[in-house]
């Protein structure tokens, strides 16, 4: 029953946000969920919410293939914000350049942003607002 109030919040946040897709992956779970209209997927946001650069090395990332799509890892193990106030930094489809703010991760009461180390498409988001995030674990798939 807790897997599918899982879903049911899943569906809610690709509703409410505008997404196409979302997927979750911890553990052994393994979530995708994709909307689409008249059989078609529905076109993919483009947008990155304007902030000042920020300096920071905690993002790191690897090669994933050698399709030139590189996985954003948790620098650390706490909490995922994918933003600030319902405002999230990125959705699938948005350009991001080196230095824009992807997402904060709560740890020790402090919220560490990270930031992009190069300039891309984010391509999917694998985790979730609030979702617990051990060190290392993928965050992000990006696309020069």
Same mark, same amino acid.
């Given at each position: 029953?807790? +897997? %599918?109030?899982?879903?049911? *919040?899943l569906? $809610?946040?690709?509703?409410? $946000?505008?997404?196409?897709?979302?997927? %979750?992956q911890?553990?052994?779970?393994?979530? *995708?969920?994709?909307?689409?209209?008249?059989?078609k &997927?529905? &076109? =993919? $946001?483009? /947008?990155?919410r304007? /902030?000042?650069?920020?300096?920071?090395?905690?993002?790191?990332?690897? &090669?994933?293939?050698?399709? =030139? +799509?590189?996985?954003?890892?948790?620098?650390?193990?706490?909490?995922?914000?994918?933003?600030? #106030?319902? @405002?999230?930094?990125?959705? &699938?489809?948005? !350009? !991001?350049k /080196?230095?824009?703010p992807?997402?904060?991760?709560?740890?020790?009461?402090?919220?560490? #942003?990270?930031t992009?180390?190069?300039?891309?498409?984010?391509?999917?988001?694998?985790?979730?607002?609030?979702?617990?995030? @051990?060190?290392? @674990?993928?965050?992000? /798939?990006?696309?020069?």
């Open positions: 029953m807790e +897997t %599918v109030r899982f879903i049911k *919040k569906a $809610e946040i690709l509703n409410n $946000e505008g997404l196409t897709s979302i997927s %979750v911890e553990g052994a779970l393994n979530i *995708k969920l994709e909307r689409h209209e008249n059989g &997927p529905c &076109p =993919r $946001e483009k /947008k990155v304007n /902030k000042p650069e920020v300096n920071n090395d905690m993002v790191i990332a690897k &090669p994933e293939t050698e399709s =030139r +799509t590189f996985e954003i890892r948790s620098p650390i193990a706490g909490r995922f914000w994918a933003g600030l #106030e319902d @405002q999230h930094y990125v959705y &699938p489809g948005a !350009v !991001v /080196k230095g824009d992807l997402c904060l991760i709560e740890c020790d009461d402090q919220l560490n #942003e990270v992009s180390d190069m300039d891309g498409t984010v391509c999917e988001i694998l985790v979730i607002d609030g979702m617990d995030l @051990q060190f290392d @674990q993928v965050m992000f /798939k990006i696309s020069e």
